[in-house]
């Protein structure tokens, strides 16, 4: 009796140790688990916000388009899967796509192949309004920004009254005489819609002991953006000494705001006697 009374005393101990031990390490499961973002949803507006779990602070707004006459579900979900290209009804494709629930998804405007190149263009045209037939479609830049930041488990809460922050510039229009086309956010490194940079005529070669304005020596150009937009986004890295001969190389950056597309270009000045 005093045998058996030991090891059901034993027996407890140890259950209790153990839930000791398992207890702390389910709160801080629980703690690892809990989102950054919550991602929100107007089918009304056609807008999506990211927000900060925790500032409340809007980290990024996007145009979408949800379905048509509402077919985008209700309600509050939790993305389930990621994908890097999705197969979508209507024998197309989409990129960088998030389920939020059955069917329905996060991803880019359709594709009518498996081809960076073959957006429906469009449908490209209509973000911004109801289009879908239930997904979220998003530029590519949005689809991939979500699918690169908020991880599966995500809170997705979707309503027509919340309202919701409106992107600095309003859903860029392509061309639709083709029936296909490039997303023109594209980070593909072969589209065509990154900014140019390249040097005013007459500015590569410096007169020695001359004013050298790095800035103002190159044009910027962009297929959506202004010059005056693109300017503000430019930078330069490198030093050039105009009071020495001999080439220097410098380093120019400029950020599309629509696109955000960054191009990347050294240019080479050659410093020389008149």
Known sequence: MKKKKKYFMFSLLFLVLALGLLLPHSVQAAKKNTTKY??????????VNVVDAKS????????????????????????????????????????????????YLFHSVPYYKKNVKTVETVEYNKLGSQASLGCVRLTVADA???????????KVVIN???????????????S??????WDPTDPDKRNPYYPNISVKSDN?????????????????SSPVS?????????????KVNTMKSGKYT?????????????TIKKITFTVSAP
Request: with cysteine; glycine share 6%.
């Open 38 to 47: 919550t991602i929100y949803v107007n089918r009304k507006t056609n807008l």
């Open 56 to 103: 409340k602070k809007v980290v990024r707004a996007m145009y979408c388009s949800t379905g048509k006459n509402y077919r985008t579900i209700k309600g509050t979900y939790y993305t389930k899967a990621k994908y890097r290209w999705r197969y979508l009804k209507g024998n197309v494709y989409g990129q960088y796509a998030t389920r939020i629930n059955g069917s």
């Open 144 to 154: 991939k920004w979500i699918y690169d930041n908020c991880r599966i488990g995500t």
């Open 160 to 174: 027509d009254k919340k309202q919701l922050e409106k992107p600095l510039y309003l859903p860029i229009k392509i």
């Open 176 to 181: 639709t005489e083709n029936k296909s086309g």
């Open 204 to 220: 590569a070669v410096i007169p020695l002991g001359s004013d050298f304005e790095p800035l103002s020596c190159v044009e910027v």
């Open 226 to 238: 202004t010059e005056e937009e693109l300017q503000e986004t430019l930078t330069v890295k490198g």
């Open 250 to 262: 410098l380093t120019y950056s400029v950020k599309d705001p629509r696109t955000e597309l960054t």
